[in-house]
């Protein structure tokens, strides 16, 4: 009851604000400068690699942010009403802020990247009936979004939509590359090294497409607390396979995983905590992870040698 009594606040919230930012903004569809705003990092990377410096790409999920926790600012109701198109992830992945691009639709075009994936390819969640959002640790499944997303900017830009078809071509040559990359690197572990993991559950795709067993300690979100059972049951695995080692990640408390930590060494083995992996987020501009393509090579150079020494 309460919930609903806050969503009915914030969409009542929106319907006043929108209209009004709207009016005081006034030029916001210009067509000489022309917005994109992406939820995450990740998105804005991939959406950037498609329409180059035809557009200006943002992002409202800094590095290190955790879209699954994220709540709307009101600077940023001001901001997305500015922009010419919204893309977000969608399948829950903004958990907190996905009513807001509904309601943004009606002003500005606003796409959930993921929503029109065939769900066959998905990895469903038990609970709740809910998708596991987190498609771009498959490279080969995340190329059906970069081919969504050019088809989408060639109808929004007809004018330049062969431009953002070479550059999708270029792009998906790139990620084949990745995909070969990644797979080839994997084979630098047997068998009994291969399980990942991590303090949540974002790499089921990544185990399903290069062959790795994963274990999130806190499921596919982050909104949920793991308990002593979900913990237990990652202990004694570790004691039993004798891990080597555990993964934190850039944009989740690494309490839980330090707790892992500790409990294995309390059990007599001694797992280390590997070198930080990037999940929901790109690194700091500058950093070896700033990108989609080097962020993904981090992970997995990352995982690889700290299983494999
Ligand atoms: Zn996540």
């Not at 990740?42 to 959406?47: Q, R």
């Not at 557009?55 to 800094?62: D, F, T």
């Not at 068998?191 to 993991?197: F, G, W």
């Not at 309390?266 to 070896?288: C, F, Q, R």
């Amino acid at each position: 009851m309460k919930n609903t009594f806050i969503i009915l606040c914030i969409l009542f919230h929106l319907s006043v604000w929108v209209p009004i930012f709207f009016l005081l903004s006034g030029t916001q569809h210009s067509t000489t400068h022309k917005t994109i705003i992406c939820t995450t990092t990740i998105l804005a990377d991939t959406v950037r690699a498609i329409a180059g410096t035809e557009w200006s790409v943002q992002y409202l999920m800094g590095p290190g942010v955790d879209p699954h926790t994220y709540h709307a600012k009101e600077s940023d109701i001001h901001r997305l009403t500015r922009a010419d198109i919204i893309f977000y992830h969608g399948l829950h992945l903004e958990g907190k802020i996905a009513h807001v691009f509904e309601h943004m639709n009606e002003y500005v075009p606003s796409i959930g990247v993921c929503n029109t994936l065939d769900r066959a390819q998905l990895y469903s969640c038990s609970i709740n009936n809910i998708y596991d959002p987190h498609v771009w640790h498959d490279v080969h499944l995340w190329k059906q979004v970069v081919h969504f997303i050019a088809q989408k900017l060639s109808s929004y830009d007809t004018d330049n939509a062969k431009l953002y078809q070479e550059r999708c071509i270029l792009y998906i040559k790139q990620l084949d590359e990745l995909d070969s990359y990644i797979t080839k690197c994997i084979k630098q572990l047997n068998s009994s090294q291969r399980t990942l993991i991590t303090a949540h559950d974002a790499f089921e795709y990544f185990g399903k497409r290069y062959g790795m067993k994963v274990i999130g300690i806190q499921g596919i979100s982050t909104q949920t607390e793991p308990g002593t059972k979900d913990i237990q049951e990652v202990v004694t695995h570790i004691v039993k396979y004798k891990t080597k080692a555990i993964f934190v990640e850039s944009s989740t408390s690494a309490r839980n995983i330090q707790a892992v930590q500790e409990a294995a060494h309390a059990h007599g083995h001694t797992v280390n905590i590997g070198p930080e992996l990037y999940t929901d987020s790109l690194g700091l501009p500058g950093s070896n992870a700033d990108t989609y393509i080097t962020m993904m090579k981090h992970n997995i150079d990352s995982i690889v040698h700290s299983l494999s020494t």
